[in-house]
């Protein structure tokens, strides 16, 4: 994405130019002759182990997300937070280094116990940061140790802890789709939060259609979703007024939030829904207190309670400021159970384009580019 982003400044204060000379932080020819006169082969040993920690931990920290596969993509926060890590690892072998060398000339044997003990304390950490640069919105990725030497491994997705439901509609159950805050990413997140309802409450989703939002057809590929799950979760409101012909009704509709405005909804919304040729009841609210400025926290079990309705059409928005199940709908790959590597996808015609695009002006090693301001596909 293509953001305004603050840590730009400091990308640009941390470029050195090819030019700029830098001193080193260790002038080894410089240091050479009084480190001969005054260190014994034993710090000669000692000072190799912690220039040699100290590499290892940068180098390590370079190329992590390259060894670990697609896992890096998800460790922008711990990466951070190891980066944290490293500087505290190395202010405290630079303090070791600096009491050990400037007291005594002679190692005794308490004196080599107390430096084992303070490296095995900085190699437990660098083991820490390892495990934080592997960790992920899931948990952590366990790192073996063989031979002594730590492996990545690749993550099977069939062992993962990845939490999914099933979505197994009932044919003859619908569940209409209202978004209507914000532009085009907001109304594509608040579709994907009407999938996790249209699962839990076992209904078929019935997307918009353009009169009444957003052209859907021309932007997801619809088809791909169903193919995923493996039957008809998802269809189009072209298609559902074909079954309904050209008459359908609305039994239930049903405002998530309350304030400032039942269903983020005006009478302008509800009349462009009855030119369609949907009919409808009393517009309800699930809860009479919910506001999109403070979204209190929900469970499955809240949504089965309040939207559970033997109706067959029933229609529930706004709900992209919804907080259900937050850590269970946010995960990599979405809550619902899939058999693809992405459920939601762009529409075939949108991903040949993009396609060409890239590769025609940044060559055959790009894939996607998206450029994101005030919503999706807006410049």
């Known amino acids: 994405m293509a953001r305004d982003s603050p840590n730009e400044d400091d990308d640009h204060e941390n470029l050195i130019h090819q030019n700029k000379d830098k001193s080193a932080s260790f002038r080894i020819e410089e240091l050479q002759s009084p480190i001969r006169r005054r260190f014994s082969k034993g710090h000669y040993l000692f000072a190799a182990i912690v220039t040699v920690i100290s590499l290892v931990a940068t180098i390590y920290l370079f190329f992590s997300s390259k060894i670990c596969g697609t896992t890096s993509d998800r460790i922008k926060e711990s990466q951070l937070r190891a980066l944290y890590l490293l500087n505290k690892q190395r202010s405290s072998l630079f303090d070791l280094w600096n009491h050990t060398f400037g007291t005594s000339n002679n190692i005794t044997a308490v004196r080599f116990d107390q430096i084992k003990a303070s490296l095995l304390d900085q190699i437990t950490l660098n083991r820490h940061i390892k495990d934080t640069l592997l960790s992920t919105e899931n948990g952590t990725v366990s790192v073996p140790i063989v031979n002594g030497s730590e492996i990545c491994l690749k993550i099977d997705p069939k062992s993962s802890k990845r939490r999914t439901i099933e979505w197994k509609p009932d044919p003859n159950k619908f569940l209409f789709a209202i978004c209507l805050s914000g532009q085009m990413s907001n109304h594509l997140i608040c579709l994907e939060k009407h999938m996790f309802f249209a699962a839990v409450l076992n ?20 088809e791909h979703i169903n193919e995923c799950i493996g039957r008809k979760t998802v269809i189009s409101f072209k298609n559902f007024m074909e079954l309904k012909k050209n008459h359908a009704r609305i039994d239930k509709f049903i405002c998530y939030f309350s304030i400032p405005l039942p269903c983020y909804t ?26 999109i400025e403070n979204p209190s926290p929900k469970t499955v079990k809240d949504v089965e309670e309040k939207f559970g309705t033997k109706e067959d059409v029933i229609a ?3 709900v992209f400021f919804a907080n259900v199940e937050k850590d269970w709908v946010l995960q990599p790959r979405g809550p619902i159970a899939h058999k693809c590597k992405i459920l939601i996808e762009p529409s075939k015609l949108i991903l040949l384009t993009a396609q060409r695009f890239i590769q025609t002006f940044l060559g055959s090693g790009f894939v996607a580019l998206h450029f994101r301001r005030h919503g999706f596909l807006k410049f």
Do not use: C
């Open 266 to 291: 005006d009478e302008d919304h509800l009349k462009q829904l009855k030119s369609l040729g949907i009919s409808m009841g009393k517009v309800e609210t699930a809860w009479k207190s919910e506001d």
């Open 316 to 318: 529930i928005g706004d």
């Open 203 to 222: 209904r078929v989703l019935v997307i918009p259609g353009s009169k009444f939002d957003y052209q859907y057809n021309l932007v997801l590929d619809i």
